[in-house]
């Protein structure tokens, strides 16, 4: 085997392995190496939920110039993994930060309450050092996952984190976005007139979460 051979494969797996996926937003990343001139530079990140936001209801970032790092299938220690190159690094006044679903739903094994509520509080805690503000955002109701039936406590586990996370809140002086009471249905789902799927919002779910979320940032941009 060549040199040549040895350097392409080795390239190849090592893509394969970017379990974070550390590129997904590499290249856009690079326009951001000066901080705001207005003090309003605004990253969202997230899993498909954030992601999709971006596609179903763009015009809601467009328009106010905010930037979206989701990334769909992404669990809390994927997106911490990437949290300083894809928001602290762009030198954003104010992060956004909305996950945990897919931990419940298993996606990279299994979660405890503890361990996604931590890997949370570790961006959070990334953020602050930078002086960046911080906006936890509540998980969104669900009461099962179609891509995984075999979960069956979902809305337990995003009641017990959003209880958490608004605790943490209180404590740290920080803000909370709260979706979840918002969209919740009398039987701890998500409204069916916001989803397509019971996980996922549709684009109406994604302007009753724009109109939320735009009153949580001028509160931490006032």
């Not at 003090?39 to 954030?50: A, H, L, Y």
């Not at 959070?124 to 930078?130: I, P, Q, R």
Request: charged letters at 20%.
């Amino acid at each position: 085997m060549t040199l040549e051979n040895d350097i392409r494969i080795g390239t190849t797996q090592a893509k394969n392995q970017d379990w974070a996926n550390l590129g997904y937003y590499e290249e856009q990343n690079k326009q951001f190496n000066k901080a705001s001139e207005n003090g309003k530079r605004i990253v969202f990140i997230g899993d498909s939920i954030t992601e999709d936001w971006g596609h179903l209801y763009p015009e809601f970032f467009s328009n106010n110039r905010y930037i979206n790092r989701g990334i769909g299938g992404q669990t809390t220690p994927q997106i911490l993994i990437r949290f300083k190159p894809d928001a602290i690094d762009l030198k954003p006044d104010v992060i956004i930060i909305l996950a945990g679903t897919n931990d419940i739903a298993g996606n990279t094994g299994p979660s405890t309450v503890r361990m996604i509520t931590d890997n949370i509080f570790s961006m959070v805690e990334l953020a602050m050092m930078k002086n960046v503000k911080v906006i936890i955002s509540s998980i969104l109701p669900a009461k099962n996952y179609p891509w995984n039936e075999d979960i069956t406590d979902a809305s337990s586990k995003i009641n017990s984190i959003n209880e958490i996370i608004k605790e943490y809140v209180n404590n740290n002086n920080l803000y909370y976005l709260d979706y979840f009471s918002h969209m919740v249905d009398e039987n701890e789902g998500l409204k069916s007139e916001y989803t397509y799927d019971g996980a996922h919002p549709n684009e109406v779910g994604f302007k009753i979460m724009s109109s939320l979320a735009e009153k949580v940032i001028l509160q931490a941009t006032g």
